[in-house]
């Protein structure tokens, strides 16, 4: 099995905001410009909070910098806290709104719960859950999957697979020319309100076992925790 470093595009722990700026911990050199958004107590340790008003974590070369997966496999991992909008609001992602070219983690949908949107600009899919309302200062691990060999896109919620949805025939790629974002879309619009914190991106699929590894009983992982406890490591953590 692969360990969690390898594919791995960035990694942030969000506990230094130097210069304006959240650095990649994965010295993968994809930093976010912080716009906005506040630096302080987060979800683990440090991290930003979005107002839901015009605050964003942004980074300008997305296709460059690995973010825009094309036609290939894809897995994302992100904590949030949502606040009390109930509108489309995106978390994270390359569209510049929901259902347009790109990708997008948000909420909304039938009951503000979570959504994985890939488009690529032609057919829109989503990935939508109900039944657990992103409100409130509800809080979530979510990650997401784009499987190309299998055909599915995945959600996992909480270490647990929650959704799964068929990939049609024929699906392009989904590259764009925005940059990357987190609390908002590329377009500057659908503002997320609430907290976000350790998020990581790989070209490749997460595995169940992997997923449950990051999630880490709710603890979530830092990635120095990442780098020392990937391989044989599962098994002392008890997910092999």
């Known amino acids: 099995m692969a360990d969690l470093l390898t594919s791995l595009i960035t990694y942030h722990d969000f506990e230094s905001d130097a210069g304006g700026v959240y650095s990649d911990s994965s010295a993968g050199g994809k930093d976010l ?5 506040t630096h302080g107590a987060g979800i683990f340790g440090n991290g930003p909070t ?51 070219l790109g990708w997008a983690i948000h909420k909304g949908g039938i009951d503000a719960s979570e959504i994985f949107d890939i488009h690529d600009g032609v057919t829109r899919l989503d990935n939508e859950v109900t039944g657990a309302p992103w409100t409130g200062g509800l809080l979530k691990h979510i990650v997401a999957v784009v499987d190309r060999t ?29 940059r990357f974002t987190i609390g908002a879309s590329a377009s500057d619009t659908a503002f997320w309100d609430g907290k976000a914190d350790r998020f990581g ?11 449950q590894f990051l999630y880490n009983g709710g603890n979530g992982l830092s990635f120095s925790e990442l780098r020392s406890r990937v391989g044989g490591n599962l098994i002392a953590l008890g997910v092999l």
């Open 33 to 37: 410009t912080i716009v906005g958004a």
């Open 150 to 178: 299998a055909g599915f896109t995945r959600i996992y919620r909480g270490g647990v697979l929650i959704s799964s949805k068929a990939i049609p025939g024929g699906f392009g790629s989904i590259n764009n020319t925005n």
């Open 201 to 211: 991106a790989w070209g490749r699929v997460l595995t169940a076992t992997e997923v």
């Open 50 to 100: 979005f107002d839901g008003v015009n605050d964003a974590l942004t980074r300008t070369n997305a296709l460059s910098g690995g973010l825009q997966p094309g036609s290939g496999d894809f897995s994302v991992s992100i904590w949030g806290t949502g606040g009390a909008g109930t509108a489309q609001l995106i978390l994270c992602g390359t569209a510049a709104g929901a259902g347009v």
